[in-house]
Nanobody, 124 residues
């Protein structure tokens, strides 16, 4: 069983930065991609970024100029660096893991494992 634990959320003023972490209990050979999603109150879940074990990445156009995704395989951890945060970035942020390789980059890919989420609030 794979467990994903997000951390790094919190409250920040507009224009600020946060780095979210997603620690996987076992980034095993069966798992080869991790993605970040968010969901605002009353809104739909939005995929933000995906990274594969081979370091292929995909960033959603809506955050491409402000968010980056990276990983530390030795720590089984994936990061989401968020800069120039806006009030509309307020949401619960989730990480998810899958085993689809480059197919994880597809919009239709369904991730197998999900974390519990971390709240990000951007407000002055």
């Amino acid at each position: 069983q794979v467990h994903l634990v997000e951390s790094g959320g919190g409250s920040v003023q507009p224009g600020g930065s946060l780095r979210l972490s997603c620690a996987a209990s076992a980034y095993t050979d069966s798992l080869d991609c991790i993605a970040w999603f968010r969901q605002a109150p009353g809104g739909e879940r939005e995929r933000l970024a995906v990274i594969t074990r081979g370091d292929s990445t995909l960033i959603a156009g809506s955050v491409k100029d402000r968010f980056t995704i990276s990983q530390d395989n030795a720590k089984n951890t994936v990061y989401l660096q968020m800069n120039s945060l806006k009030p509309e970035d307020t949401a619960v942020y989730y990480c998810a893991a899958g085993s689809g390789g480059v197919y994880c980059l597809s919009d239709s890919y369904s991730f197998n494992y999900w974390g519990q989420g971390t709240q990000v609030t951007v407000s002055s």
